[in-house]
């Protein structure tokens, strides 16, 4: 029972143009979402974030979109750079317990982007 | 500030052995995670600690056990090991919302 599912393992795409990543999730109770990187041999380093109260959160090359209704979020990186290749991974938290949070992620498969020059 | 740091980077082991993963981290976190990671998969969630003295399950616990003696350090066990156990283990730390990853161990077991 796949919570987080990234339904693209690969993407490619030329350097400066746009690359979009997808998510989507079915647990109604997340409301946190996070974006990592990941290079290979190296442990994955947060990207970015969006929590249920926005749509849209921005940083730089990189916008993360959240559509609640349609419990979707997806990764814009504009414009694309070589040094983006990498595999992305969504990630989604809900709070656990009553009156507390321990955050625990529950992690999509991953994508791997490829930015060609 | 070093971060989430884990010990080794690479190992063997022999079905039937056991070893410790070590991970420390220097921000003074609270929570504190173990995942694995297989090849083609998400991150897991084997173990994780709200602080020190405190330790839970996570989705994959069987097989590993955690202690939790201090708010740095979060050491993964594994007792007999089995080619199952055959993965990436990553350890993280929890700050808000976000959680700091380690730069993993690598698991084989033969």
Redesign the interface.
Known sequence: DQQVKQNSPSLSVQEGRISILNCDYTNSMFDYFLWYKKYPAEGPTFLISISSIKDKNEDGRFTVFLNKSAKHLSLHIVPSQPGDSAVYFCAASARVNSGGSNYKLTFGKGTLLTVNP | NAG?T?TPKFRILKIGQSMTLQCTQDMNHN?M?WYRQDP??????IY?S?GAGITDK?EVPNGYNVSRSTTEDFPLRLELAAPSQTSVY?C?S?KE????????TRLLVL
């Open positions: 989430v884990q929570y995670y083609g998969m998400g991150l897991k969630l994780y709200v996570g990553f993280a929890r919302g976000t959680q700091y990853f380690g730069p993993g």
